[in-house]
């Protein structure tokens, strides 16, 4: 006799599907800012590639002014709000007022990304048309920033593909204990960021072009971003509408990125369609 009446079981935890979900760039830019109004101005200042002067023939030092530039970044506003019935999350698995909160703020937190990208891609040193990423490529790279003297006052970051890391890992000189003393082989999958030839590395499969023939990198250094968002207008919040019976969230930020100094980011285009 053949069973019957089966009950099906669901698992109230939920699974959180594949996306990408923290902000992995917002550290690797300038933050500090004065806002006024819908503007965030940074000031980057320098002597404007003076030499030094001997006295004139009146006797007096010749002197001269600083070169000071006020770049401004224009913040918009961002919003997303998931909502949902009461009945929809009466009837459905797993708990719905928190499965809004985490997908909001996980939006939120690639627009963050997004912005500061936007910023980056108005730079226009690159290391040249796209291609795989071999050590003389990244070399390529990291030399233009040291002949912009972009290499020393600030760190070094580079933000590029899970394709180009792919490469990386075929280098001697990325896994060989001749170079290196890590393992970058026994790292774990959900490892993110990782330091190598004096830069600081993030994979980001989320960069314009992932996976394509022309997939956009960057390697920079920290004083060429800046990034302003209001940190006491971020808001999430959660509330229920008894009138139309639905819960909702909404994640607000008031944000935007500025290119500060072109000379000190390059773009690698980089070709991920063979491991792709």
């Known amino acids: 006799m053949a069973d019957t009446a089966f009950q099906?079981?669901?698992?109230?935890?939920?699974?959180?599907?594949?996306?990408?979900?923290?902000?992995?760039?917002?550290?690797?830019?300038?933050?500090?800012?004065?806002?006024n109004g819908n503007t965030a101005t940074f000031l980057v200042a320098d002597s404007g590639s003076a030499t030094a002067v001997t006295r004139g023939a009146n006797g007096d030092i010749p002197t001269r002014a600083d070169n000071l530039n006020q770049p401004a970044a224009t913040l918009a506003e961002w919003h997303d709000v998931p909502e949902r019935t009461g009945f929809n999350l009466y009837a459905s698995q797993g708990n719905g007022r928190r499965i809004m909160q985490e997908t909001s703020m996980a939006v939120i937190n690639r627009k963050i990304d997004e912005d500061i990208r936007t910023a980056l891609d108005a730079a226009?040193?690159?290391?040249?048309?796209?291609?795989?990423?071999?050590?003389?490529r990244v070399t390529v790279a990291k030399t233009k920033l040291g002949n912009a003297f972009a290499t020393k006052d600030a760190p070094i970051y580079a933000v590029i593909t899970p394709a180009f890391h792919g490469y990386l890992m075929g280098l001697a000189s990325f896994t060989s204990v001749d170079y290196i003393s890590q393992k970058p082989f026994e790292k774990i999958s959900t490892d993110i960021a990782f330091a190598w030839f004096g830069v600081n590395w993030l994979v980001d499969g989320d960069l314009n072009g992932a996976g394509s023939a022309n997939a956009t990198c960057f390697m920079y250094s920290q004083n060429a971003i800046g990034h302003a968002m209001d940190a006491e207008r971020l808001q999430t919040y959660a509330d229920y509408d008894r009138k139309n019976d639905k819960s909702w969230v909404r994640c607000t930020t008031y944000m935007g990125s500025k290119l500060l100094q072109n000379a000190g980011v390059v773009k690698m285009p980089h070709d991920d369609s063979a491991l792709s």
């Open 124 to 136: 226009t040193v690159t290391w040249g048309a796209a291609a795989v990423a071999t050590l003389t």
């Open 8 to 35: 099906t079981m669901y698992r109230q935890e939920f699974v959180a599907g594949f996306e990408k979900r923290q902000s992995l760039m917002r550290h690797t830019t300038i933050t500090e800012t004065e806002i």
